[in-house]
């Protein structure tokens, strides 16, 4: 019985690595693509499009990866040879990220803002310059290097920019590197050292801002000829490390990009802390001076193309730790179990009931309704008769349907008999002739029966399920980094069951349910949205507790219900400021094009609860049903002002979907709410 | 239903960090299946209590105890054999020179057979430490057998050793301890009554402790990487496992559960040897001072099926 520790038990194929972690070799190695060179994730990206774009998205969306794939010293490494790379994809990926500039050093220290943004620009500047030649210099043959003509000549056009000449001139490419990195350097000694003289000395400002990023790729298209149709692409990561005065300068040079040069600027969702520029703070206009690209949405979008990179990604990943070799994209769906939904989910229905039924106690479905019903109808009989006719034992997911299509369709006058009755006879159809037969029941069935089951899984103290590697897919929401995290944590959840994953055997639903359920965990704690944390977990929280409250009432409004549509522009600042950090943090997700509220013209935004949270509170994983919700109830969720006054909105909205409420609210007349025995059975 | 998952959950975390993967689900869902209603609770709540006791167990693996074998040597023999020696001369070379001569002075032997834990543990004690053969002896070596006026005699071996270094893996009750004290070391004692005794172990209780303190020719000269005071009694009234319990869990149920059961599968030590009620282990063995719901296997003599978690492999 014992298991035994394997090497694949204790290095788990799935352990998260960061992409900024990763050597050039291993960038290459783990790169995985969503198809050919023609929709390669290179393409999103356009590194040859002049246009410059940020490049947006969540924790672990892959834009580093993509950035550092798009690097010259990973361009070198897929040609073997960086000048063929240029030729070939016809642009040089200088890839600087911004955390390597600490660049919170450039504020404060009793200097005034303006002077820190000259001296972060001219310093921000020389370190793209230097990283530019750098990235070039593997591309550069040897009768260039060795040529001191060629040299003098690069070294002269370069320090026109300049307007106070070196003493001694650089003699060739290496030392005009070099002679960058001097420039930077003493900048960094003088502004390391301000905190302690509180002056900025020694720094002379020695050329315009712009000149060398785009003035040095203009000068070596003049001289090489190789180069004269490569596109130079600044790729700078990490740019939500960047204060609001810096992210200016990187917008000015996006306003005043020249020639054959362009930026790609990474940041997480909440990156851009402003689209204006320097001096006068005019903004940066979208689509006319850049492009955006939000990179996991863009894979949400591409469904099919993610679903093919979550594929590779895994096999590369398995790859890797030697396992899983006899796995192809095709099969890889096999490797997890998966409910069986034949015969209307009857085995699985069965599973969950079989123990408590063999004690003799009602399944709490029926009791439920009986004790409901009991209240309302006197005449006990007439209670027992419907209990009866509803009742199916051999099928309790299509019981549960039976329920839900009575409580759809009652009303006051209706006779309830007949109408039970007629449940029962669609369910009988649909068994024994298919979903034809019964068309109106079977479509309750299709869009509730998820919620249904996990109705019954939570009436009998079990977690609701998920598994199946196209819902890991789905949960991961176009963010590789969620997915290799749920198949981690499947992945040690199945070891830890004595299963062999990805080499004998399926991975047991059981295994992938406690393993989401971590994951889900992960992801809730791993998000640290900073000093508005409890405003926005709080958020997010009531609008689960909302869609949770509504999925395992007794008849559910909507079917799945993940979504809400709300209208973003009335709602009060406290709610528009946690529904924006939920947003950046990933916690919702906006879905894409805007939504009609329903009875009138007005135009919504339909936001999602993040698949990667809906095990935390057992709702759908599934973009189905949507609620609206109104500016009062939207800010009482949001806000967080109010939390009696929230519960009391999801009680208001949800108290009729619940027994006894949803037959009282049904049978009784409203204009005599108190009358006792107001049901004949007629 | 949520404490029995965060508690599966530590678990899950546990053998995949700490326990080396000793106990995987079907190794923990056999044991829990030993739990069957004894208590006069119902199975079930037996079992979420069982899945408690084993969270809590404290189980040091190959490389724990190489760290510890090496905390010992540093701690416990040479920092204070340092001392002394500094104390008498203040000269780094004459310093430098007298610690040389008192480690080539000492040695060091393991407690129990050579097949026993304690002896066990001097490989690798020797290798932590980067120390030479010769600084090892089984106990059998102190002494040669010589004739006078026709008995047989014991006699120490080795006359030129100082520091006889006796170490264990586990002090629980002391026994083992008085045991060499009263029976190896009186005739090395009398021989050469300046010759230093010293014990050792990686854990020791505090009672334990205090009876070799106490009752040995160590006396003063012993110690342990790790003391386990009383807090470690899984039913002391101190019990640091049962001061603060989840919702869902019964004090009195989890002290129930370990000596009903215990009861039955040693009756004459329900909780451990001399009721020691430890909750640990150690990836060569797990001591009988531990819970017996732990380690209990079917071979051990008994009619009793019972499936151990953390095997003991027992002295025959």
Same mark, same amino acid.
């Given at each position: 019985?014992?298991?035994?520790?394997?090497? %694949? =038990?204790?290095?788990?194929?799935?352990?998260?690595?960061?992409?900024?972690?990763?050597?050039?070799?291993?960038?290459?190695?783990?790169?995985?693509?969503?198809?050919?060179?023609?929709?390669?994730?290179?393409?999103?990206?356009?590194?040859?499009?002049?246009?410059?774009?940020?490049?947006?998205?969540?924790?672990?969306?892959?834009?580093?990866?993509?950035?550092?794939?798009?690097?010259?010293?990973?361009?070198?490494?897929? =040609?073997?040879?960086?000048?063929?790379? +240029?030729?070939?994809? !016809?642009?040089?990926?200088?890839?600087?990220?911004?955390?390597?500039?600490?660049?919170?050093?450039?504020?404060?220290?009793?200097?005034?803002?303006?002077?820190?943004?000259?001296?972060?620009?001219?310093?921000?500047?020389?370190?793209?310059?230097?990283?530019?030649?750098?990235?070039?210099?593997?591309?550069?043959?040897?009768?260039?290097?060795?040529?001191?003509?060629?040299?003098?000549?690069? &070294?002269?056009?370069?320090?026109?920019?300049? =307007?106070?000449?070196?003493?001694?001139?650089?003699?060739?490419?290496?030392?005009?590197?070099?002679?960058?990195?001097?420039?930077?350097?003493?900048?960094?000694?003088?502004?390391?050292?301000?905190? +302690?003289?509180?002056?900025?000395?020694? +720094?002379?400002?020695?050329?315009?801002?712009?000149?060398?990023?785009?003035? &040095?790729?203009?000068?070596?298209?003049?001289?090489?000829?190789?180069?004269?149709?490569?596109?130079?692409?600044?790729?700078?990561?990490?740019?939500?490390?960047?204060?609001?005065?810096?992210?200016?300068?990187?917008?000015?040079?996006?306003?005043?990009?020249?020639?054959?040069?362009?930026?790609?600027?990474?940041?997480?969702?909440?990156?851009? !802390?402003?689209?204006?520029?320097?001096?006068?703070?005019?903004?940066?206009?979208?689509?006319?001076?850049?492009?955006?690209?939000?990179?996991?949405?863009?894979?949400?979008?591409?469904?099919?193309?993610?679903?093919?990179?979550?594929?590779?990604?895994?096999?590369?990943?398995?790859?890797?730790?030697?396992?899983?070799?006899?796995?192809?994209?095709?099969?890889?769906?096999?490797?997890?179990?998966?409910?069986?939904?034949?015969?209307?989910?009857?085995?699985?229905?069965?599973?969950?009931?079989?123990?408590?039924?063999?004690?003799?106690?009602?399944?709490?479905?029926?009791?439920?309704?009986?004790?409901?019903?009991?209240?309302?109808?006197?005449?006990?009989? &007439?209670?027992?008769?419907?209990?009866?006719?509803?009742?199916?034992?051999?099928?309790?997911? %299509?019981?549960?349907?039976?329920?839900?299509?009575?409580?759809?369709?009652?009303?006051?006058?209706?006779?309830?008999?007949?109408?039970?009755?007629?449940?029962?006879?669609?369910?009988?159809?649909?068994?024994?002739?298919?979903?034809?037969?019964?068309?109106?029941?079977?479509?309750?069935?299709?869009?509730?029966?998820?919620?249904?089951?996990?109705?019954?899984?939570?009436?009998?103290?079990?977690?609701?399920?998920?598994?199946?590697?196209?819902?890991?897919?789905?949960?991961?929401?176009?963010?590789?980094?969620?997915?290799?995290?749920? %198949?981690?944590?499947?992945?040690?959840?199945?070891?830890?069951?004595?299963?062999?994953?990805?080499?004998?055997?399926?991975?047991?639903?059981?295994?992938?349910? =406690?393993?989401?359920?971590?994951?889900?965990?992960?992801?809730?704690?791993?998000?640290?949205?900073?000093?508005?944390?409890?405003?926005?977990?709080?958020?997010?929280?009531?609008?689960?507790?909302?869609?949770?409250?509504?999925?395992?009432?007794?008849?559910?409004?909507?079917?799945?219900?993940?979504?809400?549509?709300?209208?973003?522009?009335?709602?009060?600042?406290?709610?528009?400021?946690?529904?924006?950090?939920?947003?950046?943090?990933?916690?919702?997700?906006?879905?894409?094009?805007?939504?009609?509220?329903?009875?009138?013209?007005?135009?919504?935004?339909?936001?999602?609860?993040?698949?990667?949270?809906?095990?935390?509170?057992?709702?759908?994983?599934?973009?189905?049903?949507?609620?609206?919700?109104?500016?009062?109830?939207?800010?009482?969720?949001?806000?967080?002002?109010?939390?009696?006054?929230?519960?009391?909105?999801?009680?208001?909205?949800?108290?009729?979907?619940?027994?006894?409420?949803?037959?009282?609210?049904?049978?009784?007349?409203?204009?005599?709410?108190?009358?006792?025995?107001?049901?004949?059975?007629? | 239903?949520?404490?029995?998952?965060?508690?599966?959950?530590?678990?899950?975390?546990?053998?995949?960090?700490?326990?080396?993967?000793?106990?995987?689900?079907?190794?923990?869902?056999?044991?829990?299946?030993?739990?069957?209603?004894?208590?006069?609770?119902?199975?079930?709540?037996?079992?979420?209590?069982?899945?408690?006791?084993?969270?809590?167990?404290?189980?040091?693996?190959?490389?724990?105890?190489?760290?510890?074998?090496?905390?010992?040597?540093?701690?416990?023999?040479?920092?204070?054999?340092?001392?002394?020696?500094?104390?008498?001369?203040?000269?780094?070379?004459?310093?430098?020179?007298?610690?040389?001569?008192?480690?080539?002075?000492?040695?060091?032997?393991?407690?129990?057979?050579?097949?026993?834990?304690?002896?066990?543990?001097?490989?690798?004690?020797?290798?932590?430490?980067?120390?030479?053969?010769?600084?090892?002896?089984?106990?059998?070596?102190?002494?040669?057998?010589?004739?006078?006026?026709?008995?047989?005699?014991?006699?120490?071996?080795?006359?030129?050793?100082?520091?006889?270094?006796?170490?264990?893996?586990?002090?629980?009750?002391?026994?083992?301890?008085?045991?060499?004290?009263?029976?190896?070391?009186?005739?090395?004692?009398?021989?050469?009554?300046?010759?230093?005794?010293?014990?050792?172990?990686?854990?020791?209780?505090?009672?334990?402790?205090?009876?070799?303190?106490?009752?040995?020719?160590?006396?003063?000269?012993?110690?342990?990487?790790?003391?386990?005071?009383?807090?470690?009694?899984?039913?002391?009234?101190?019990?640091?496992?049962?001061?603060?319990?989840?919702?869902?869990?019964?004090?009195?149920?989890?002290?129930?559960?370990?000596?009903?059961?215990?009861?039955?599968?040693?009756?004459?030590?329900?909780?451990?040897?001399?009721?020691?009620?430890?909750?640990?282990?150690?990836?060569?063995?797990?001591?009988?001072?531990?819970?017996?719901?732990?380690?209990?296997?079917?071979?051990?003599?008994?009619?009793?099926?019972?499936?151990?978690?953390?095997?003991?492999?027992?002295?025959?």
């Amino acid at each position: 019985m014992r298991s035994v520790t394997t090497d %694949l =038990h204790r290095n788990n194929p799935f352990d998260l690595t960061k992409a900024s972690d990763y050597s050039d070799e291993q960038v290459k190695e783990y790169w995985v693509d969503v198809g050919d060179a023609q929709k390669s994730l290179v393409t999103f990206i356009k590194p040859t499009s002049l246009v410059p774009m940020f490049l947006l998205g969540g924790k672990g969306s892959g834009k580093t990866h993509l950035m550092r794939y798009c690097s010259s010293a990973v361009q070198e490494l897929r =040609h073997s040879n960086l000048r063929t790379a +240029i030729a070939q994809e !016809k642009y040089l990926g200088v890839y600087s990220i911004a955390d390597g500039l600490n660049v919170h050093r450039f504020s404060g220290k009793g200097q005034t803002d303006e002077t820190w943004q000259s001296i972060f620009a001219y310093s921000f500047e020389l370190w793209l310059a230097a990283n530019l030649l750098s990235s070039l210099r593997p591309a550069l043959a040897d009768d260039e290097l060795k040529s001191a003509a060629w040299s003098e000549a690069l &070294i002269k056009h370069v320090l026109q920019f300049f =307007h106070v000449k070196p003493e001694t001139l650089p003699r060739n490419f290496d030392e005009l590197i070099e002679y960058l990195s001097t420039l930077r350097t003493a900048v960094d000694v003088a502004v390391n050292n301000s905190a +302690i003289t509180r002056q900025l000395t020694g +720094i002379t400002v020695l050329f315009n801002p712009g000149d060398l990023v785009f003035g &040095i790729p203009s000068v070596l298209t003049q001289l090489c000829a190789a180069f004269q149709k490569t596109v130079f692409v600044y790729l700078i990561d990490e740019v939500e490390n960047f204060t609001e005065q810096q992210q200016r300068f990187l917008n000015t040079l996006v306003r005043y990009r020249k020639g054959n040069v362009t930026l790609r600027i990474g940041a997480r969702l909440y990156g851009v !802390k402003t689209e204006a520029t320097l001096g006068s703070g005019e903004p940066i206009k979208r689509d006319a001076e850049y492009e955006r690209l939000v990179l996991d949405a863009r894979l949400r979008e591409e469904a099919s193309q993610y679903e093919t990179l979550a594929a590779r990604l895994v096999l590369r990943r398995l790859q890797a730790a030697h396992a899983g070799t006899n796995i192809s994209e095709q099969s890889l769906p096999e490797a997890f179990a998966e409910l069986s939904t034949e015969n209307f989910h009857q085995k699985i229905a069965l599973d969950i009931v079989s123990s408590r039924d063999a004690t003799g106690v009602e399944r709490p479905h029926l009791a439920r309704f009986r004790d409901a019903a009991a209240g309302l109808i006197a005449d006990k009989s &007439i209670v027992e008769a419907l209990v009866e006719t509803l009742r199916l034992p051999e099928h309790p997911l %299509l019981e549960k349907v039976n329920l839900l299509a009575f409580y759809k369709r009652i009303s006051r006058g209706v006779d309830v008999l007949a109408l039970a009755r007629t449940i029962e006879q669609d369910a009988a159809a649909l068994l024994k002739s298919g979903a034809a037969a019964a068309p109106d029941y079977y479509d309750l069935y299709s869009h509730f029966s998820s919620d249904l089951l996990a109705q019954l899984y939570r009436d009998y103290g079990r977690k609701p399920v998920y598994a199946g590697f196209k819902t890991l897919v789905r949960l991961s929401q176009g963010v590789p980094r969620n997915l290799l995290s749920l %198949l981690k944590h499947i992945h040690r959840r199945s070891s830890f069951g004595g299963e062999a994953p990805f080499v004998r055997g399926k991975i047991s639903v059981e295994a992938q349910v =406690h393993g989401i359920y971590d994951a889900t965990e992960w992801f809730w704690e791993d998000a640290q949205p900073d000093e508005h944390g409890s405003l926005v977990r709080n958020a997010v929280e009531q609008f689960a507790t909302l869609a949770r409250s509504i999925r395992y009432s007794d008849s559910p409004s909507e079917c799945d219900l993940c979504c809400f549509l709300i209208n973003p522009e009335t709602l009060e600042n406290m709610s528009a400021q946690a529904l924006k950090m939920a947003e950046n943090w990933s916690f919702l997700l906006r879905v894409k094009g805007n939504s009609g509220a329903k009875n009138d013209d007005r135009v919504l935004t339909k936001y999602q609860i993040n698949p990667m949270l809906a095990a935390r509170w057992g709702i759908s994983e599934s973009r189905r049903g949507a609620i609206e919700l109104k500016k009062e109830v939207a800010d009482l969720l949001l806000s967080g002002a109010d939390p009696a006054g929230a519960q009391q909105a999801i009680t208001a909205r949800t108290e009729t979907m619940y027994l006894p409420r949803l037959l009282e609210a049904n049978l009784v007349a409203r204009t005599n709410p108190g009358q006792a025995s107001l049901f004949d059975g007629n | 239903m949520e404490l029995w998952d965060a508690l599966i959950t530590r678990l899950v975390t546990l053998d995949e960090r700490v326990w080396e993967g000793k106990a995987s689900g079907p190794a923990v869902s056999s044991w829990l299946d030993n739990f069957s209603g004894r208590t006069g609770a119902t199975a079930d709540l037996e079992r979420l209590h069982a899945l408690y006791i084993l969270s809590q167990f404290m189980y040091f693996g190959s490389q724990e105890i190489r760290v510890l074998l090496r905390a010992l040597y540093r701690e416990l023999f040479l920092l204070p054999l340092a001392q002394r020696v500094r104390a008498e001369t203040s000269d780094t070379a004459e310093f430098c020179k007298r610690m040389e001569e008192e480690r080539s002075a000492t040695r060091f032997l393991g407690v129990g057979n050579p097949s026993e834990s304690g002896v066990h543990l001097l490989y690798y004690f020797r290798q932590e430490n980067g120390l030479s053969k010769g600084a090892f002896l089984d106990s059998a070596q102190i002494y040669d057998l010589t004739d006078v006026g026709g008995q047989r005699k014991r006699v120490p071996r080795h006359p030129q050793v100082k520091r006889y270094v006796f170490l264990d893996d586990i002090c629980g009750s002391g026994e083992t301890a008085i045991r060499y004290s009263n029976n190896l070391l009186p005739e090395l004692l009398a021989e050469q009554p300046e010759v230093e005794v010293w014990y050792f172990a990686l854990f020791a209780t505090s009672d334990g402790l205090r009876r070799v303190v106490n009752g040995t020719v160590f006396g003063t000269c012993c110690g342990a990487v790790y003391e386990l005071d009383e807090t470690y009694k899984w039913t002391g009234l101190k019990s640091r496992y049962l001061s603060a319990l989840p919702d869902g869990l019964h004090r009195s149920l989890l002290t129930a559960l370990p000596l009903t059961y215990g009861s039955m599968l040693i009756p004459g030590h329900p909780l451990g040897y001399q009721e020691s009620e430890l909750l640990l282990g150690f990836s060569h063995n797990t001591p009988d001072n531990t819970l017996p719901i732990i380690w209990f296997e079917q071979e051990h003599g008994t009619s009793t099926t019972w499936y151990p978690i953390f095997k003991r492999y027992p002295k025959v």
